[in-house]
């Protein structure tokens, strides 16, 4: 957390510090809007600071100037390319995400001015919050094409992010050699890089497109990084679609992230019917908004086609 002490104004720090420690390690989301309650959110719910108080601290503009101040090291110039895109991340892997008025330029988004609201994000690496999985996720020592849906907020990151790990490493007590493992990530949350750096444990056969669009990175590794497996985050184009075929057929696992509430949803969307109707995944992982990769029991169920295997959460 030292790392987003860093982003927070003197006040703000203090009324973070302030709070329970069993509650502060549980922290997942510090909302700072100009003119409003200071907040905190955790997978329990939401406070405003401070802790337990009924007069809630209002953040001021000279709080917002501070972390704007703090994340653009003193030059909102040098953040042009985050404005455009609408966070900012930090070292450590936590991400802020920027609101405020909004400057386009025929009519694309060209930054954000004026901000008035932050969300840091923050992160955390749960390493072992894949191997629940292993069993479907690896069979007879190989990696198996996998699709993992589920709403906002219930752990596909995560998930993500621990297969990249156990796929590189290796897990010998598994039968699982070491791969190459390629991760496109275009909103930085995945491998959390800065300056290039990943801020996250993935071991010494992880190679990373940070900040690149999926299928152009999904092709970019192909070409010119030779990997068995390809992590990527939130599908959503066609050109995703494009290219997650293009992956398979080239003989690469792919193992990918849909925002969804479940597989039905997901096949119902025009822009990614052509992966199921291919039947490119083997098998589907479904996360709940009840329960998260670190605290939820498994329940396997098998439909008719017998390679739309369904791990579900409940």
């Known amino acids: 957390m030292k790392e987003v002490f860093d982003v927070l104004p003197g006040t703000l720090k203090d009324l973070v510090t302030a709070i329970p420690e069993q509650v502060r390690k549980k922290i997942e989301e510090i909302r700072i809007r100009i003119g409003r309650p200071l907040e905190i959110l955790t997978a329990e719910g939401s406070w405003l600071l401070p802790y337990g108080s009924t ?52 009519g694309m988004v060209k930054g954000i001015r004026d901000i008035g609201s932050f969300n840091i994000r923050i992160a955390r690496q ?6 629940p999985y292993l069993g479907r996720l690896a069979v007879n020592g190989s990696w198996v094409h996998t699709l993992i849906t589920g709403p906002p907020k219930t752990g596909k990151t995560t998930l993500l992010r621990d297969i990249a790990r156990i796929a590189s490493q290796g897990l010998p007590e598994r039968n699982l050699a070491p791969q190459t493992v390629g991760i496109v990530d275009e909103r930085s949350e995945l491998a959390g890089c800065v300056m290039g750096v990943p801020q996250h444990e993935f071991g010494n056969r992880v190679d990373i497109l940070d900040r690149c669009p999926k299928a152009e990175g999904m092709m970019m ?60 995944f083997v098998q589907y992982i479904e996360l709940t908004k009840f329960s998260r990769t670190d605290r939820g029991s498994i329940q396997q169920k098998r439909p008719a086609d017998p390679r739309e295997l369904k791990v579900r959460m409940k």
Not at 81 to 104: F, S
Not at 126 to 131: D, H, R
Not at 245 to 252: C, K, P, R, T
């Open 221 to 280: 590794l192909i070409r010119s990084m030779s990997p068995d497996i390809i992590v990527v985050d939130e599908l959503g184009r066609p050109e995703d679609a494009e290219a997650v075929m293009e992956a398979v057929h080239a003989g690469v696992t792919v193992i990918a992230s849909v925002h969804g509430s479940d597989v039905q949803d997901v096949k119902g969307r025009p822009t990614l019917r052509a992966l199921f109707e291919q039947k490119a």
């Open 126 to 131: 749960s390493k072992g919050a894949a191997l």
């Open 55 to 106: 007069c809630p601290y209002v953040v001021t503009a000279e709080d917002g100037a501070f972390v704007m101040s703090y994340l653009s090291g003193h030059s909102v110039y040098r953040l042009e390319e985050e404005l455009k895109r609408g966070y900012i991340t930090i070292p450590g892997g936590h991400r802020v995400g920027l609101a405020g008025r909004v400057v386009t330029e025929k």
